[in-house]
């Protein structure tokens, strides 16, 4: 099944520096997901990129999505110690709509 | 937003008992609701896909009979882990997706610890 990759797998940075996460996958998509999972939390949606967008932003957050490459980025710009997470990419492709995870990228950021 | 509520939070049962998850859309209706599975550090397995009104869709390697899934209205699903054993201790965590919007992001439960001792 179709399942998106993330790299890092472990990232560790000072508050204030910025954060890249990447993900690949394997097939094409429907669109590409980022997900936040604080530790023994659910999952809390952050951005969805289509397959025909190529850049997305919401506020710290910045997505990119290249097809070609089938890979995706998570840049949050000025982290925070509360940024503090795992975070997971989750695709879909076909007509299931149904999204698959990768083993996420831990992130700590130290005050 | 779209809240989804998961209960209990935290469950410890001796072995060979059943344990039930419930999974409640608050604000929204979700015809689909989805069962994960997570190990410690690691990604979240989908084990099932739960249809209101159907039966529910098992991923392979997934035991139907020893996970039950019940989505017997458009805001409850409920996952029945029976007959217990320490191997099934984990993460569960489901989510929901509002009715009519496939290709929309899921909301979360806050997931629920199982130990089985």
């Known amino acids: 099944s179709q399942q998106g990759e993330e790299d890092p797998q472990a990232l560790s940075i000072q508050e204030g520096e910025n954060a890249t996460m990447n993900c690949s996958y394997k097939t094409s998509i429907n669109n590409l997901q980022w997900y936040r999972q604080n530790s023994g939390r659910g999952l809390v949606h952050l951005i969805l990129?289509?397959?025909?967008?190529r850049e997305k932003h919401s506020g710290r957050l910045r997505v990119t999505l290249d097809t070609s490459k089938k890979s995706s980025s998570l840049l949050i710009t000025a982290s925070r110690a509360a940024d503090t997470a795992s975070y997971f990419c989750a695709t879909d492709a076909g007509g299931s709509y149904i999204p698959t995870f990768g083993r996420g990228t831990s992130l700590i950021v130290h005050p | 937003g779209a809240v989804v509520s998961q209960h209990p939070s935290r469950v410890i049962c001796k072995s060979g008992t059943s344990v039930k998850i419930e999974c409640r859309s608050l604000d929204f209706q979700a015809t689909t609701m989805f069962w994960y599975r997570q190990f410690p550090k690691q990604s979240l397995m989908l084990m099932a896909t739960s249809n209101e009104g159907s039966k529910a869709t098992y991923e392979q390697g997934v035991e139907k009979d020893k996970f039950l899934i019940n989505h017997a209205s458009l805001t409850l699903s409920t996952l029945t882990v029976t007959s217990a054993h320490p191997e099934d201790s984990s993460f569960y965590i489901c989510?929901?997706?509002?009715?009519?919007?496939?290709?929309?992001?899921?909301?979360f439960g806050n997931g629920t610890r199982l130990t089985v001792t």
């Open positions: 990129i289509r397959s025909n967008e």
């Open positions: 989510s929901a997706r509002s009715q009519g919007a496939v290709n929309s992001p899921l909301h």
